[in-house]
């Protein structure tokens, strides 16, 4: 039997105004998103949390169930509801997964941010998101200072020391030390507001998005992927004054926050013309891509809605950097390396950008280069933006898994296309001692040209 | 529910293993169909023995009991209908062991349909049954639904590969039919049992039989700028003894909403596609497609295109697989039917559902596995008009009446759950129902394994209980219908 008719937009919202939302209102998962779900159970199997406990609580259909719920007064905004959409990964495989078309990505994290205005969490963990999201990111010479004092750690020599000890362990933080960073000698930031002229004939001019963290823990990587837009006849300027995507962010529900980061990067850009916004971040780029996104709600009386059309605007210019080099095609001329690898597709280029063919594309065109495809590439690694370090015990047993299966291919290099994911394979590789290399698609293709 | 129950289950499972609180038992009252219906406690075998002992604890304390897959049921069939416990096989799902010399595999029920395939692809087989929710549904919802899907066609159903079956019966003892033998001797029990939704039995395992992948496999498109054609090549491809692997038909309407989503290289003109895959050993394949296209042409197909390789194969059949979740993205309010008929019937039944929609003011969109006649009419209505949603309903149920007419049934692969319940006696006489309900009885006597499914319930055929998909929200009515003719 069919069910009576579903309510549509208008009567939904007059009906629940009516009954208690547990959300307020301003950014919140709305009526014609959260009911675009038929419940067809289709994504299941798609879901890493799914996978690992198998509990509709920890699913994509359960996770929105819940936020219909919550919206329509059923069931408390609460500590159980807030552990189901911590634990989501915001991978978005189910995305992918969709045949209905629901845009789960923007309704986790408008409920995050209905949980961040509406549940109080304990004392420490609001002192370390407030300082994190708030501090931290929004302010490059924060995180140059944290870095400067992380590198000395690191490099002194008391890293090796308290290594050595069994601190870590006992206070159970040797998985996490694990997944530390690297901080860099030199940092990206002395790379800001320079041009970096095309070899050859110019084909392209284009902006370099280099990203927050990545500045202090990337910078190899960033300089990589300017050398090898150069190679390929791209002028890459890198806009002075940019800041933190926002990701993070809004991933965490800090929407106004990842808002405020994101006027300033449209101002940063907006400054000239280019032919794109690249970024090599995976995670970074599915964000810029959606700014418009956070715009469209929790917008404040006296904002206008100019915000909205600019945000879409500038977001039309981004591109990942494999889509871009992809689109463009590959002029430079490579060397010939014997190697084998194997592709781990991030998340965010994959489920978030829809984009499964250009890193291999890439990859391939190495003359030499074999790719191997490993079982599942398109689950996440548990890597997830913040997520093994808040959840890590989950993490872990995903990474655990990631890691058989880049093993199984026998390549001795996996390759990905976000900075996120690279430290998380780094830190599997050396805890699963596969003696795998991670590197970036843009790294493989710099290693093939250095020595042309 | 009695907490002495529900304290014995943590007891066994522990409490990773129970679930009891309500924000929890929230998210088990829906599958993939527009029922609703809560249970009081959710559990998690992790063997066959905790299986064993959940049923024994059901008697014990009265309380009904459900298995429950993925999940993705179109018929309510793991729902909860007069509450107790659902049974979530999810995380039984081991694949026990893989015999490639003698295309067998042994599973347990919650291995999800697909994952078996990928599991077995690198010898060159895989688990035939295909229904398009493959992806997430378990080898065990398809043993009690039946499940078919595109392939079924040259394949068979579901119970054409299932060889053994572990069970659970409702009375608690733990009994095994057939095995890997192709004939085992004695009744063929899983025929029985195959097909049986959850009604006479839990599965714990089941031993399938793997089919090897074809040689070659040939995708065609046809496109046609009038349905009858279509239909009429479908007629006249059985009538040339040609059996083709699947033979799809999506109608103008479906094929434009999954197009916008899929962009499967449909065209969006036409009135209707014709989607048929042959294979088989490779000079086969072709001779047949070459046959195929020729009859296609020959009924008006304007266009006839051949997939050129696997990236197009896979988009085309992607159009297929997703179509009921395309059209979701129209809008969340359509029913979607499962009626089948003679396959020579399938122009007449076509014109007449056109027709009857028509008649009543409604768009219906038409997917089905047209080669076994199995159709799913999607009848959309607009939400904010409860005339209409009634007249939806009777609507859908003409089209039910004329399938039984044609020679059909109510149902293809969906089963009957508890949403078609009230659809049998259109089709069954009493005596034939009677002896259906002895057999379960027989196996179920207590009747506590998956009450108030298949069998009519006690309420008066004209009468119809409607329940509301609003999300969850709760609103139970019932209102009165033009009795059956
Ligand atoms: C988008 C979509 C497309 C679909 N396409 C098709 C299709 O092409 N063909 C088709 O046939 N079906 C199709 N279905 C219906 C559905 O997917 C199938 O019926 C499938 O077999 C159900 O599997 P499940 O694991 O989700 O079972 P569930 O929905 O969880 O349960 C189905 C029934 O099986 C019983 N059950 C489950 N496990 C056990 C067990 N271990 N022991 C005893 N009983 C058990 C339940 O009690 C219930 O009665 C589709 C569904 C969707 C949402
Ligand atoms: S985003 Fe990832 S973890 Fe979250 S519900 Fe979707 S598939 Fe699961
Ligand atoms: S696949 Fe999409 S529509 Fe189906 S249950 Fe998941 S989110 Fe909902």
């Known amino acids: 039997m069919p069910g009576l008719p579903p309510l549509t937009h208008e009567e939904a919202q007059r009906e629940f105004a009516e009954t208690l939302s547990g959300f307020t209102a301003g950014d919140k998962p709305e009526y014609a998103d959260y009911s675009r779900c038929i419940h067809c159970g289709l994504c299941l199997n798609a879901c890493p949390t799914y996978r690992l406990w198998h509990n509709e609580a920890d699913s994509p259909r359960g996770r929105i169930r819940q936020m219909a719920l919550v919206d329509q007064g059923r069931l408390e905004l609460n500590e159980a509801f807030v552990t189901h959409i911590d634990r989501c990964l915001d991978c978005r495989a189910c995305e992918t997964a969709c045949p209905s078309g629901v845009e789960y990505g923007k309704l986790v994290e408008l409920a995050r941010a209905q949980i961040a205005k509406n549940f109080k969490r304990p004392r420490t963990s609001r002192w370390i998101r407030n300082f994190v999201y708030r501090r931290l990111l929004t302010d490059p010479r924060h995180i140059a200072r944290i870095a400067r004092a992380m590198r000395f750690y690191q490099r002194s020599g008391l890293e090796a020391i308290v290594r050595g000890t069994r601190i870590l362990r006992l206070i159970g933080m040797s998985k996490r030390a694990e997944l530390m960073p690297r901080i860099d000698r030199e940092f990206f930031f002395s790379r800001l507001g320079k041009t970096f002229p095309a070899q050859g004939e110019r084909r392209a001019r284009v902006a370099f998005f280099a990203g927050c963290l990545a500045q202090v823990t990337f910078t190899q990587l960033n300089d990589a992927t300017i050398r090898v837009l150069q190679a390929n006849g791209c002028e890459v300027v890198v806009p002075a004054d940019q800041f933190c995507c926002g990701a993070l962010a809004a991933h965490a529900g800090e929407r106004d926050v990842a808002r405020e980061l994101a006027r300033k990067n449209m101002k940063a850009f907006s400054a000239e013309a280019f032919d794109a916004i690249v970024t090599n971040a995976a995670g970074c780029g599915s964000t810029l891509k959606e700014y418009a996104q956070l715009f469209a709600t929790g917008r404040e009386e006296n904002e206008s809605t100019d915000d909205a059309e600019r945000?879409?605007?500038?977001?039309?210019?981004?591109?990942?950097?494999?889509?871009?080099?992809?689109?463009?095609?590959?002029?430079?001329?490579?060397?010939?390396?014997?190697?084998?690898?194997?592709?781990?597709?991030?998340?965010?280029?994959?489920?978030?950008?829809?984009?499964?063919?250009?890193?291999?594309?890439?990859?391939?065109?190495?003359?030499?280069?074999?790719?191997?495809?490993?079982?599942?590439?398109?689950?996440?690694?548990?890597?997830?933006?913040?997520y093994n370090v808040t959840e890590t015990a989950t993490s872990m047993e995903l990474l655990k898994e990631k890691m058989r299966n880049a093993k199984s291919t026998g390549a001795p290099i996996i390759v990905t296309a976000n900075p996120g994911c690279m430290l998380q394979l780094r830190a599997g590789a050396k805890l699963h001692a596969t003696g795998q290399d991670v590197l970036h698609v843009v790294e493989l293709l710099d290693r093939a040209l250095t020595n042309a | 529910m009695d907490h002495h129950l529900l304290h014995e289950l943590e007891h066994l499972l522990g409490h990773d293993g129970v679930l009891s609180r309500p924000e929890d038992l929230l998210l088990y009252e829906y599958d993939g169909s527009v029922e609703i219906a809560r249970p009081q406690c959710v559990v998690f075998p992790a063997k066959t023995a905790d299986v064993v002992r959940i049923v024994e604890l059901s008697n014990r304390y009265k309380t009904p009991i459900v298995g429950r897959g993925a999940g993705t049921g179109l018929s309510g069939g793991a729902l909860a209908r007069e509450g107790g416990i659902v049974v979530s096989f999810a995380r039984m799902n081991r694949i026990l062991e893989i015999d490639i010399e003698n295309h067998r595999a042994v599973v347990q029920p919650g291995v999800v349909n697909a994952d078996l395939s990928l599991a077995v692809a690198h010898a060159g087989l895989h688990f035939a049954p295909d229904p398009s929710s493959q992806r997430a549904c378990t080898i065990g919802g398809n043993v009690s639904e039946n499940a078919g899907g595109p392939h079924t066609l040259a394949y068979g159903v579901t119970t054409n590969h299932v060889l053994g079956l572990e069970m659970v019966m409702p009375t608690g003892e733990l009994v095994r039919i057939g095995g890997k033998a192709a004939d085992a001797p004695g009744y063929d029990l899983c025929g029985l049992f195959v097909g049986s939704e959850g009604t006479l039995a839990l599965v714990t395992e089941v031993t399938v039989r793997l089919t090897r992948l074809p040689e070659a496999v040939k995708t065609l498109l046809a496109v046609y700028d009038r349905v009858d054609d279509a239909t009429e090549t479908v007629v006249e491809i059985t009538a040339r003894g040609i059996t083709p692997a699947a033979c799809e038909m999506l109608d103008g309407w479906t094929l434009r909403a999954v197009e916008a989503w899929v962009h499967a290289g449909f065209p969006l003109d036409s009135a209707a596609v014709l989607l048929i895959e042959v294979d088989g050993l490779r000079e086969a394949a072709e001779e047949h497609a070459a046959q195929i296209a020729e009859v296609c042409r020959l009924h008006g197909a304007r266009e006839v295109r051949v997939a050129c390789d696997e990236k197009e194969r896979d988009l085309l059949w992607k159009g297929r697989k997703n179509a009921f979740g395309a059209v979701g993205r129209l809008s969340p309010t359509y029913y979607v039917q499962d009626g089948v008929i003679p396959r020579t019937k399938l122009p007449e039944t076509l014109r007449e559902i056109d027709r009857i929609g028509k008649e009543n003011g409604f768009e219906i969109g038409n997917i089905f596995h047209a080669g076994d006649g199995n159709l799913h009419p999607i009848i959309l209505f607009d939400a904010r008009d409860s005339k209409q949603f009634q007249r939806a309903v009777s609507t859908a149920e003409e089209i039910i009446r004329f399938c039984i007419k044609m020679g059909g049934a109510i149902t293809g692969e969906h089963g009957v759950g508890m949403e078609k319940d009230r659809l049998m006696p259109f089709l069954f006489s009493e005596a034939d129902i009677a002896?259906?309900?002895?057999?379960?009885?027989?196996?179920?006597?207590?009747?506590?394994?998956?009450?108030?499914?298949?069998?009519?319930?006690?309420?008066?055929?004209?009468e119809v209980r409607v329940r509301s998909q609003r999300n969850g929200a709760e609103t139970d009515s019932t209102h009165e219908e033009s009795s059956p003719a």
């Open chain 2, 435 to 462: 002896l259906m309900k002895r057999v379960r009885d027989e196996f179920n006597p207590a009747g506590l394994l998956n009450p108030g499914k298949i069998f009519p319930t006690g309420k008066g055929c004209g």
């Open chain 1, 311 to 386: 945000a879409a605007e500038f977001s039309r210019g981004v591109r990942d950097v494999t889509e871009f080099l992809s689109d463009l095609g590959l002029s430079a001329r490579m060397r010939e390396m014997k190697l084998r690898v194997t592709y781990q597709d991030s998340c965010h280029l994959l489920h978030g950008q829809k984009i499964r063919e250009a890193p291999r594309k890439l990859i391939r065109a190495i003359p030499g280069v074999e790719l191997v495809e490993m079982p599942l590439a398109e689950q996440c690694c548990g890597s997830a933006g913040v």
